[in-house]
Nanobody, 127 residues
Framework: QVHMVESGGGSVQSGGSLRLSCKVSGLTFEDYAMGWFRQAPGKEREAVSCIRWAGDETTYADSVKGRFTISRDNPENTLYLQMDSLNPEDTGMYFC????????????????????WGQGTQVTVSS
């Protein structure tokens, strides 16, 4: 059974930083590209970032490019999202998920392309 546990969320002011973690068990972590999604209240869940199985290729939504950094530690089965220069539009529940391939194809933005999801961690940014 696959388990993904996100942590590291919290409340920060605009301009602040947070580092999210996602601990994964129940699957061969290095077989999969991994992604982060977020969902603001009343909005659709949207793709934030994706990282290839080896950690050497990453992709980002335009809204977070240059501010967020995705990374992974395969021996520790852990995915990370470093979030800097946060603004109120970044507020939402953040989820990690396992992509259907070992690399981030153009489908990385589609929720349906991910097979396993965590329960999420809340990020709140105040102005």
């Amino acid at each position: 059974q696959v388990h993904m546990v996100e942590s590291g969320g919290g409340s920060v002011q605009s301009g602040g930083s947070l580092r999210l973690s996602c601990k994964v068990s129940g699957l061969t972590f290095e077989d999969y590209a991994m992604g982060w999604f977020r969902q603001a209240p009343g909005k659709e869940r949207e793709a934030v970032s994706c990282i290839r199985w080896a950690g050497d290729e990453t992709t980002y939504a335009d809204s977070v490019k240059g501010r967020f950094t995705i990374s992974r530690d395969n021996p520790e089965n852990t995915l990370y999202l470093q979030m800097d220069s946060l603004n109120p539009e970044d507020t939402g529940m953040y989820f990690c998920a396992a992509f259907q391939l070992s690399y981030c194809s153009k489908l990385w933005i589609r929720r349906s392309a991910y097979s396993s999801w965590g329960q999420g961690t809340q990020v709140t940014v105040s102005s």
